[in-house]
């Protein structure tokens, strides 16, 4: 048994858990405005011309359909069993990555691709093979060895044939969404799935050469009690994911229309779904996890676990990731790229995403240019989000910027987390003990500046609810 990482006081848990965001960027997307469009992502994109980029790309694919509806889901996805909305998207999606290809010419070398959804294996294996070679045609792939490709499955949507043909079309590491075992509550959020397809489907990979398989869990869904959740966890542990993803269920109807379809009876009770995180925690790390952050655990010699050891963990709109300081490029209705100090997202819904492309744009809708204060803030709250503690003297030598003057009054507000045991500031770190882990996004929010302008503006005029809670 390891000592574990992470600590749980659900009496400190219970007094600050609160709505805040998740940090996959700084500023959070919505920060970003329709003020910055095509124009300003080719000013970005001139500047990495400018000074002879030679960094890696990471490039993200959303494939937006599902055949079926999943009562929980939050993405943005498109229900249809329609296969010629597939084929169509297809072909603007070739059209996006080929203009993105040639704005990157001579600095297009790709090193980690991830596919999201929806449910990518929505295209079919041809599909799928032309869309693979397009990519080949436009960017410069890095060896399997050195590559990171992953792409996401519904595990009911393919067999062991299928999970071939993805390895051998490059795909080197498969995420499997799962959120729960439980029949009863597979019913409730409509996502009937046996334990035994899901099984089979990792095995298959494994066998298939993948070199990571992770599964993604929910708690806190309709039905939900520690003893299913037990249950879940105990088959969980012994398929033996590389990495798990443990999600807080976040019912939020009055921004996602299914989740309207979940009764707020069969939810667990928020003290519940605390315990239900307790028992998590303890049952993974019991089992040789190692807590990562933000709902992530994953094997000591995972490449997460190792680069996390190494201090060179990062953070991004897919979430953590070991490869740091790249250009993402993101492709298909409402992904979201970060090329040089700048984020873009495309548009939401498939007709406008279609009529930028038709006028020979890329699709993208709104943005934000980040400013000297926004970067720095941004790298004060990735090294807190990755490696749980922060050098006062690197970021002042890298920034310029006297740490504990600029930050007097964040510094002023962490005094708080350190009484509570969270937080210790001492010879010029800032460090989160396993206790404070748990609300990392508690803590990263004091640097938060423009959500505390916004809750300043909110207290005045109050706006509906926009982030899930931090625990």
């Known amino acids: 048994m390891n000592t574990p990482s992470v600590q749980f006081d659900a009496a400190v848990i219970d007094r600050l858990s609160m709505s805040g965001p998740r940090y996959t960027s700084y500023p959070t997307a919505d920060r970003f405005t329709p003020g910055f469009g095509y124009g300003s992502f080719l000013e970005a994109l001139a500047g990495l011309t400018l000074r002879g980029n030679r960094r890696p790309l990471s490039l993200y694919l959303h494939v937006p359909f599902c055949d079926r509806l999943c009562y929980y889901c939050a993405c943005n996805k498109i229900i249809t069993k329609d296969r010629s909305k597939a084929a169509t998207y297809l072909g603007y999606l070739k059209q996006e990555t080929a203009m993105q290809g040639k704005l990157f010419a001579g600095m297009n070398r790709v090193e980690q691709l991830h596919f999201g959804g929806g449910t990518p294996t929505y295209f079919s294996d041809r599909q799928m093979d032309e869309l693979m070679a397009h990519l080949r045609r436009h960017f410069d792939f890095a060896s399997d060895t050195e590559g990171e490709y992953a792409i996401e499955i519904d595990p009911r949507t393919v067999d062991a044939a299928r999970i071939r043909t993805l390895r051998a079309q490059g795909f080197n590491r498969v995420s499997l969404g799962v959120q729960d075992f439980d029949p009863d509550v597979q019913r409730a959020v409509n996502r009937i799935q046996p334990p035994g397809e899901t099984l089979a489907i990792m095995a298959a990979a494994r066998e298939a050469g993948f070199s990571s398989v992770s599964i993604d869990l929910i708690y806190g869904l309709p039905k939900q009690t520690l003893a299913t959740m037990e249950r879940t966890l105990a088959q969980v542990i012994e398929a033996s994911p590389d990495r798990i993803a443990l999600y807080n269920y976040a019912h939020m109807p009055h921004l996602f229309k299914p989740q309207r379809r979940i009764l707020d009876a069969d939810l667990p009770a ?202």
């Not at 190792?306 to 993101?330: C, P, W």
């Not at 007709?351 to 699709?363: F, H, Q, S, T």
């Open 270 to 471: 928020l003290a519940v779904k605390l315990d239900m995180l307790a028992l998590c925690i303890r049952r993974l790390t019991d089992a040789g996890y190692i807590y990562i952050g933000m709902d992530h655990f994953a094997k000591p010699d995972d490449d997460l676990a190792v680069a996390q050891r190494q201090g060179r963990l990062h953070r991004n709109f897919q979430g953590y990731s070991t490869h740091a300081e790249m250009d993402l490029v993101a492709c298909g209705v409402s992904a979201i790229s970060a090329v040089n100090g700048t984020y873009s997202q495309n548009e939401k819904t498939l007709d406008e995403y279609y009529a930028r492309l038709d006028a020979g744009k890329l699709p993208i809708a709104r943005g934000y240019c980040l400013d000297n204060d926004d970067l720095l803030r941004r790298l004060v709250i990735q090294r807190l989000m990755c490696n749980f503690e922060l050098s006062l003297v690197s970021v002042s030598q890298r920034m310029a910027v006297p740490f504990g003057e600029y930050f007097a009054p964040e510094l002023r507000e962490l005094e708080g987390f350190v009484t509570d045991g969270l937080v210790t500031i001492e010879d010029d770190w800032i460090a989160v003990t396993p206790k404070g882990r748990l609300l990392i996004r508690n803590i990263c929010m004091v640097f938060d500046r423009h959500l505390r302008q916004a809750r300043l503006a909110q207290a005045a005029q109050p706006q509906p609810l926009r982030y899930s809670r931090t625990i």
